[in-house]
């Protein structure tokens, strides 16, 4: 079987994949081999987690999301997403500061490498990082904690020091989001480029070179109708959305409701890296974005957006384009 990456432009050269279902399993795996490397749900588009020698998948070792709440802090199996992560966090009351726009990638691949959300006070995702488990190379298993002298160096490694089991993040309160989508921001309006990404929890750009969009997400209201000049996106939800605007809308897809579009039929669970799996686009449309987040938000994102009832950490679209 070739194993690809979600776009199909990087294929896996490991002599052999393996899926241990328990830590001594893994252990004893690691100690046998000579040259091996984990990957997450294999999202990443180089072959920063190929090796020649054995692959690691944890997909079938038990699942891990143990919430300690008087801590404020969830310990979680490596190879669970954001997508399954986030909304345990928020029965619990719990949020993450942040997330990425990829809600089908693992915490350990996204920590591993440094992964980012949008947003200028926001920091990377392995800053939640406050202890690591992890395999290293002759089979022994090593907690690693913050203020640990090896610590800050082993989060990001790039899954070069070992198979990293589980991980503990530092949560926060839940809190609750709105996502607004505006088009028409000029090249002039740029000029307050600084400001304009100030503006929110996360701001993001796409640009086509003509028309500029904002995805523009906050807690407290817009009041300003015509934000740096720019004005409520329009149309039906597909149409709204940055990268799938080329994709003519189904005559469905005008209803926000969870399912009725391409977007948000592509199942937030990872799939598996094998196929080409994953997205090849991390968007998907506003409306539908908010309805897959929170069953109560089933309203246009397009004008004045209510509040997504679910997490903070939500806020990035949960959702793959097909
Ligand atoms: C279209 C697209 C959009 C993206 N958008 C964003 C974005 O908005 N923000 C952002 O920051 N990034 C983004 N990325 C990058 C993405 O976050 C990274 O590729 C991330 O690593 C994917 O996680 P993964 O679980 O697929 O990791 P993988 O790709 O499977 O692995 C990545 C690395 O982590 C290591 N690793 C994985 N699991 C383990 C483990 N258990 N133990 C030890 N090491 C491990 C691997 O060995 C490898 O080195 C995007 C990528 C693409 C292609």
């Excluded at 690691?30 to 987690?49: D, E, K, M, T």
């Excluded at 944890?58 to 199996?77: H, Q």
């Excluded at 800050?152 to 989508?181: K, N």
Aim: with cysteine; hydrophobic share 35%; glycine share 8%.
């Amino acid at each position: 079987m070739t194993l690809t990456n979600w776009a199909g432009n990087t294929t896996f050269h490991a002599k052999e994949v393996h899926h241990p279902t328990s830590l001594d399993e893994l252990r004893r795996l690691v100690a046998g081999s000579s040259s091996v490397r984990a990957l997450g749900s294999g999202h990443s588009f180089n072959h920063v987690a190929d090796t020649a020698g054995d692959l690691v998948v944890l997909d079938r070792m038990p699942e891990l999301v143990e919430i300690d709440s008087a801590a404020a802090k969830v310990r979680v199996g490596a190879r669970t997403t954001y997508a399954r992560l986030a909304p345990l966090l928020h029965q619990a009351g719990f949020a993450l500061a942040n997330m990425a726009s990829l809600p089908h990638i693992s915490v350990a691949g996204s920590v591993a490498t440094g992964t980012h959300g949008s947003g200028v006070t926001q920091p990377g995702l392995a800053a939640a990082v406050s202890s690591i488990d992890l395999v290293t190379a002759d089979g022994s298993a090593l907690t690693l904690s913050r203020g640990d002298a090896d610590f800050a160096g082993a989060v990001v490694s790039l899954g070069a020091l070992g198979v990293v089991t589980s991980l503990t993040l530092d949560l926060v309160p839940a809190f609750e989001l709105r996502q607004y989508v505006r088009e028409g921001l000029t090249q002039d309006a740029l000029a307050d480029f600084e400001a304009i990404m100030a503006s929110g929890y996360s701001v993001s750009l796409f640009t086509d070179f003509r028309d500029t969009r904002v995805w523009l997400k906050r807690e407290d209201e817009l009041t300003s109708p015509d934000w740096y000049g720019t004005s409520p996106a329009d149309g039906p939800p597909a149409t709204r959305c940055p990268r799938c605007r080329p994709t003519p809308a189904p005559a469905s897809s005008a209803s926000p409701a969870p399912g009725t579009t391409g977007c948000r039929t592509s199942a937030p669970t990872p799939r598996p890296a094998a196929r080409a799996t994953s997205c090849s686009r991390s968007c998907c449309c506003p409306g539908s974005t908010r309805s897959r987040r929170c069953a109560s938000c089933s309203r246009s994102a397009s004008a004045s957006a209510r509040p997504c009832r679910s997490p903070r950490s939500a806020r990035s679209p949960p959702t793959t384009c097909g």
